[in-house]
Nanobody, 117 residues
């Protein structure tokens, strides 16, 4: 497992932007598929985006497609989530996830994103 630390959350008005960062410990970051999930109050945690190990492929939930972009910098052990055109329904705690075959998935502690209308 790796330790993950998210940052970049905050309060923003609808239509605004935020960039989340997630830094991973260790020297095996490039072997992990990295993802972002979110959990709104009273709701289950849901998938937002993920990016494969080679950074060649990214996948998004339909609700964020065209507005959010996931990227990674393997040299910095960091995955990013650029969030544009934010909506009040994007309000949630955002969690970073690291996953690879044969290992338990790792989760960060979460960062709060609040979008005001």
């Amino acid at each position: 497992q790796v330790q993950l630390v998210e940052s970049g959350g905050g309060l923003v008005q609808a239509g605004g932007s935020l960039r989340l960062s997630c830094v991973a410990s260790g020297r095996t970051f490039s072997s992990y598929t990295m993802g972002w999930f979110r959990q709104a109050p009273g709701k289950e945690r849901e998938f937002v985006a993920r990016i494969n190990r080679s950074s060649g492929s990214a996948y998004y939930a339909d609700s964020v497609k065209g507005r959010f972009t996931i990227s990674r910098d393997n040299a910095k052990n960091t995955v990013y989530l650029q969030m544009n055109s934010l909506k009040p329904e994007d309000t949630a705690v955002y969690y970073c996830n690291a996953d690879r075959p044969g290992s338990l998935a790792s989760w960060g502690q979460g960062t709060q994103v609040t979008v005001s209308s």
